[in-house]
């Protein structure tokens, strides 16, 4: 079985600075997703960015990239410019690509909250 | 296009009572994913469809929750009786897996509260 780790609780940046939030996963797979939700406090989720792991590129997203290290199972959030409205729960989530009903599924880790300083 | 709605938003209801919530997923997609998040537990898989059928059902805590997918366009969550713990937001998402890239979209969350 699939597992998402989020070893940070909290985390806090100053405004218009760089934070970087950690992922590991561990999997037994070489084809799957990797996606990072927000999720503000009215609790809607979000999706911020998403990474396939045949692609070596990273993805971005404006303000979002991540760094996705597959042989090291980490998958990390780098948000540039803070902003106050990045402040929320973020999730790190995986995903098989696998075409099985059985693997639909999406496993998150616990999440990490983040907050802004102004 | 509408993205997953869920009904009620919030929902205070008193111990032993009945609750159904209800999802509507994205048009087209075929695959249908009930989650809860409780501070305790987190983000918890409780069962998913595809094409209308449960696949897994693992994560449903007890018999008092019951989950159908009667067709494309609509699925229920019921809980019976209801009990204090069971207090929660549940998300209802849904996903299609070739054209939207295996990405699942949430709906906006129901509220419940049992007292």
């Known amino acids: 079985a699939q597992t998402v780790t989020q070893s940070q609780p909290e985390m806090s940046v100053q405004e218009a600075e760089t934070v970087t939030l950690s992922c590991t996963y561990d999997?037994?797979?070489?084809?799957?997703?990797l996606f990072w939700y927000k999720q503000p406090p009215s609790r809607q989720m979000i999706l911020v960015i998403r990474?396939?792991?045949?692609?070596?590129q990273n993805a971005t997203e404006n303000r979002f990239s991540v760094n996705f290290q597959k042989a090291a199972k980490s998958f990390s959030l780098k948000i540039s410019d803070s902003q106050l409205g990045d402040a929320a729960m973020y999730f790190c989530a995986y995903r098989s690509a696998k075409r099985s009903g059985a693997n639909s599924k999406l496993t998150f880790g616990k999440g990490i909250t983040l907050s802004v300083r102004p | 296009d509408a993205g997953v709605i869920q009904s009620p938003r919030h929902e205070v209801t008193e111990m032993g009572q009945e609750v159904t919530l209800r999802c509507k997923p994205i048009s087209g997609h075929n695959s249908l994913f009930w989650y809860r998040q409780t501070m305790m537990r987190g983000l918890e898989l409780l069962i998913y469809?595809?094409?209308?059928?449960?696949?897994?059902d693992s994560g449903m805590p007890e018999d008092r929750f019951s989950a159908k997918m009667p067709n494309a366009s609509f699925s229920t969550l019921k809980i019976q009786p209801s009990e204090p713990r069971d207090s929660a937001v549940y998300f209802c998402?849904?996903?299609?897996?070739?054209?939207?890239?295996?990405?699942?979209?949430f709906g906006e969350g129901s509220w419940l509260t049992v007292v």
């Open positions: 999997t037994s797979e070489s084809d799957y997703y």
């Open positions: 469809f595809n094409n209308n059928v449960p696949i897994d």
């Open positions: 990474q396939e792991a045949y692609k070596q």
């Open positions: 998402a849904s996903s299609y897996r070739i054209s939207s890239g295996n990405t699942i979209y």
